[in-house]
């Protein structure tokens, strides 16, 4: 059973969130906060498998709960909510260990099957919106400037195409079909992607990219 935590400032949202988890065989809310730093305190003292984190919320924002949540060590993965496709704080919360993002108006399937990846220990990101986040904001990405970034060397040339593929936001199947290869050869090639790369998933390997200057 997938242990579900909801840290939104809004009790309706939260409410309608809740009764969709429950509505699945497979996952649970265990809990309800409306604010970061009670989500991080939820999370230190209970099993919590998945974290719904809003990212605007008194006391605390999502972005801080997150870092905390992910310093922490654990298996929780966090989800981040957001009504706006293109955020900032969604994107610091990403940098800080998310291990996705989906827009509050998803499909309820979506929604539930979101939840079940980030469980098992996948990433999660609206590809609608993946490259108009990462470009918004790659003018605020600090670190290595792209042509003194040599951590790309270590790839070999088909591993860099599935790599530019991944910061466009494409999936498996995608991937698969543009690049003519098997979906299996191709989560041979993420695989090594992300023992080469040092990546903990799929979200790392896009910001990595986009740090390299891959587009």
């Given at each position: 059973m997938i242990k579900v935590l909801l840290a939104d400032d809004q009790s309706l949202v939260r409410s309608g969130f809740r009764m969709l988890i429950d509505s699945?065989?497979?996952?649970?809310?265990?809990g309800e906060v409306d604010n970061g730093q009670q989500a991080v305190e939820v999370v230190r003292s209970r099993p919590v498998d998945v974290v719904l984190m809003d990212v605007r919320m008194p006391v605390m924002d999502g972005t801080e709960a997150t870092r905390r949540i992910t310093a922490l060590g654990g298996a929780t993965r966090v989800l981040v909510l957001t009504t706006f496709d293109v955020d900032e704080y969604v994107y610091a919360a990403l940098r800080n260990g998310a291990s996705g993002f989906l827009l509050k108006d998803a499909h309820p399937d979506e929604l539930l099957g979101a939840i079940r990846c980030v469980a098992a220990g996948e990433a999660v990101v609206a590809p609608s919106a993946t490259r108009r986040l990462l470009d918004r904001f790659a003018e605020r990405l600090p670190g290595v400037a792209p042509e003194e970034d040599t951590r790309l060397d270590v790839l070999t040339e088909?591993?860099?195409?599935?790599?530019?593929?991944?910061a466009r936001g494409a999936n498996n199947g995608e991937i698969s079909q543009r690049l003519y290869m098997a979906e299996g050869t191709v989560k041979t090639h993420i695989g090594r992607l992300l023992s080469k790369l040092g990546a903990r998933d799929r979200v790392h390997l896009v910001l990595i990219a986009h740090d390299c200057g891959v587009r």
């Open positions: 699945a065989d497979d996952m649970e809310a265990v088909r591993e860099l195409e599935v790599l530019q593929e991944v």
